[in-house]
């Protein structure tokens, strides 16, 4: 009996020890799955929507030497009357208003500062569509009509097969894709998972193999039409992500801090929601859509894009949000001046082009999507835009 138990434990002395490897191979893996799963945990999201990088794969994008750009202060602003109340029930961490590039309005609340590099989520998909523009005009994408597949060829086979690169930028593609952030087992939230283990996320979009109408016909907001505009970027120049905006985008924008994008386990950018920039940095690229693409003196992004991509070109049902190439075209908006960049949880980069305003918010709201909340955001963006104008 005593042979016996000595065998006993031997095996599991083995299968303790093998525990212990195995945990500790996988420990930064571990360490991120768990970083997913308590992600927006309502003690820990502000602070984790401003640390980023303490739990996930990230590339930073240097700002460059040059210096930063200013941004002036201008006369202080009065605040609509219901201001407070729709920060404290939005849960917004920072808002900056420029009017004619002059900071207005500048706070920072629940804790985070002006040194916070927040986390763009889908604000980041209006950086991708600028740079997309510049990669465009430089010839290096010869049409929008052309398939998706000539320059991700890793798709073919796939869901994607008949998208062309228009489809995908203006999330026409047809592909079947659930987008529900509460769902565990939703498309989004798998993709998540394998962007926190170190996974390849051109594998997992190569995997899709489903559509559920022909592209082009229907607008559904399909956030892996995103990393397949990235694939096409990246297969059109050899070059990756991060280099490509840090030379073409970042760089020349006179940035405070370098921003850095969240990236799967092969170092491909998380191009459709993992940029993570300062408020007033995030303030200067608005500043220079709302010039058409000009800022410190040159033309960084053509102005002929940024007109196109910002007009409602997809087939959004009437009376909703239009869409044009990663750009949000708010409900009685005037073409081409009023659009946006949104992200989950309350990011927003707001453009009045007519009134020379740029309103950048950024958030930590659990119930971002309760009926009528985009609208308020809407609201108050419009309410502030006319106070600053006054």
Known sequence: MRKIFKWVGRILLVLVLAAVAVGLWKREEITRLLAVNSLFEADKIVSNFSNMNAAFLNVELPRGAGPVSPLPNGANMQMPAAYDAWVTGRAVTSTLVLKDGEIRYEAYYQGTSENDRRISWSVAKSYLSALFGILVDEGAIASLDDPATKYAPALKGGAYDASTVRNVLQMSSGITFDED???YDSD???????????????????????????????????SIDTHVVGMIARGATGRSIPDLMTEKLISKLGLEQSPYYLTDGVGVAFVLGGLNVTTRDYARFGQMILQDGNYNGQQIVPAAWVAESTTPSAKTEAGEFAYGYQWWVPVGAVAGSEFMGR????????????????????????????????????DMFRQITAAAKG
């Open 181 to 183: 952030y509460l769902d």
């Open 188 to 222: 989004i939230n798998r993709m998540g998972r394998v962007l926190a283990l170190g996974g390849k996320m051109d594998d997992f979009a190569s995997g899709l193999t489903e559509t559920y109408t022909t592209p082009g016909t229907e607008w559904n907001y399909t």
């Open 343 to 378: 992200g989950i949880y309350g990011q927003y980069v707001y453009i009045d082009k007519s009134a020379g305003v740029v309103i950048v918010t950024t958030g930590a709201d659990k119930k971002f999507r309760d009926d009528g909340v985009s609208d308020q955001h809407i």
